[in-house]
């Protein structure tokens, strides 16, 4: 088994995509209507996969992302990529250490998401292993 990918609830759909293609995502495809609303697939440039779904529901706007703590964005450089949002209007927070080697920032999507970018040390894998927490 593994996650494929996480469905979230937007208010403007039109806001969120021009946020998240900032970002680095790509559309690759949606379907129009469905029970949960129209549904925009977004993948990253490096991975084969959708990894985030754009959920979108006129009548259904977002009133509460408490329920989501943060997405997390894994990035190459942290410093070229808070210089390209910030080229685009999206304010990141200062890079922080929070371990060795590791960099993160703070970012915040229209409809309040929080998201983490983090850029690994040299050597780390793609992902959090166990060997994070030995």
């Known amino acids: 088994m593994r996650m494929l990918h996480l469905g979230l609830?937007?208010?403007?759909?039109?806001?969120?995509?021009?946020?998240?293609?900032?970002l680095g995502y790509a559309e690759l495809g949606g379907v129009p209507e469905t029970a949960f609303g129209s549904l925009t697939m977004l993948?990253?440039?490096?991975?084969?996969?959708?990894s985030l779904e754009l959920v979108h529901d006129p009548?259904?706007?977002?009133?509460?992302?408490?329920?989501v703590n943060h997405l997390v964005v894994q990035v190459d450089d942290l410093?070229?990529?808070?210089?390209?949002?910030?080229?685009?209007?999206?304010?990141?927070?200062?890079?922080?250490?929070?371990?060795?080697?590791?960099?993160?920032s703070w970012l915040t999507d229209p409809d309040g998401y929080r998201i983490e970018l983090v850029?690994?040390?040299p050597g780390h894998p793609a992902g959090m292993t166990a060997a994070d927490f030995a």
């Open 119 to 121: 850029q690994w040390p």
């Open 79 to 104: 410093d070229a990529t808070i210089a390209d949002l910030a080229a685009k209007g999206v304010t990141a927070e200062p890079p922080t250490e929070p371990g060795p080697g590791i960099r993160t």
């Open 43 to 50: 993948q990253l440039p490096d991975d084969p996969f959708v």
């Open 59 to 67: 009548a259904r706007p977002v009133k509460d992302v408490s329920a």
């Open 9 to 22: 609830r937007v208010t403007d759909l039109e806001r969120s995509l021009a946020f998240y293609t900032a």
